[in-house]
Nanobody, 120 residues
Framework: QVQLVESGGGLVQAGGSLRLSCAAS????????MGWYRQAPGKQRELVAL???????NYADSVKGRFTISRDNAKNTVYLQINSLKPEDTAVYYC??????????????WGKGTLVTVSS
């Protein structure tokens, strides 16, 4: 059983910053990627940023230059530094972990989400 616990969300004014954290625990086999997705009210969940076990990163175009994803492999923790926040960044941010399953294949795990609200 793998658990992901997010923290760091909150209410912030436009232009402000936040740092989200996600700690993974449990029986984790080889991690492929960790990342962040978000879902705004009335919209589908979308990818924000991903980081591989090797440190390669991928960002949504809408957040490039403002968001930075990083990870601490020893702690199975991923971070998302969010700068220059905009009202349209308001969403529930979900942590995701993709790993090798106990019998091969890939397993996808999700946190419960942390709410980021940006006021104008």
């Amino acid at each position: 059983q793998v658990q992901l616990v997010e923290s760091g969300g909150g209410l912030v004014q436009a232009g402000g910053s936040l740092r989200l954290s996600c700690a993974a625990s449990g029986t984790i086999f080889s991690i492929n990627t960790m990342g962040w997705y978000r879902q705004a009210p009335g919209k589908q969940r979308e990818l924000v940023a991903l980081i591989t076990s090797g440190g390669s990163t991928n960002y949504a175009d809408s957040v490039k230059g403002r968001f930075t994803i990083s990870r601490d492999n020893a702690k199975n923790t991923v971070y998302l530094q969010i700068n220059s926040l905009k009202p349209e960044d308001t969403a529930v941010y979900y942590c995701n972990l993709n790993s090798v399953g106990p019998f091969g294949g890939n397993m996808n795990y999700w946190g419960k989400g942390t709410l980021v609200t940006v006021s104008s």
